[in-house]
């Protein structure tokens, strides 16, 4: 079901089916750990030239940091304060960073030095961060805003329930 050659579709068509992969793999499963880490792994599967594929939650107890959740890849940083690097810019500021060179973005983290383009979906549910989902590629320019749109309706649809 979701291996990478039932992808051959048009870019939009991919993400369209994998939106529907998305909504038959949590439609019952109320545990939203779960949700996130079937999430990662069937982006993993599914993008092509990505070297990491994940999320930070917004931790319980500090309510201006990200920690570590549910992914695909290397190790990861841990934690990562709101305002600093691309995820911790997605989270302060609610808007989706799409990342052309992280190497030109101030105050970019290096968690995996392959990395080399970046986007980070916030996780917005009642006007508040919970998480942003990041995913790293290790060629420069690799997302766009056809994969902005589409990763956006990725995470309303892992939030519908949240």
Known sequence: M???ENYKGTRE???ELVLKQLQALIADEPNFIANLSNASALLNVFLT??????FYLTDETKQDMLVLGPF????????IPFGRGVCGTAASSMETQLVADVHAFPGHIACDAASQSEIVVPMVVDGKIIGVLDI???I???FDELDKV????FVSILLADA
């Open 49 to 54: 030239e990505v070297n990491w594929v994940g």
């Open 136 to 138: 790293d590629s290790p």
């Open 72 to 79: 695909q890849g290397l190790p990861a940083c841990v934690r």
């Open 2 to 4: 979701f291996q990478v």
């Open 150 to 153: 589409y990763l956006e309706k």
């Open 140 to 142: 420069k320019n690799r």
């Open 13 to 15: 068509e991919n993400y």
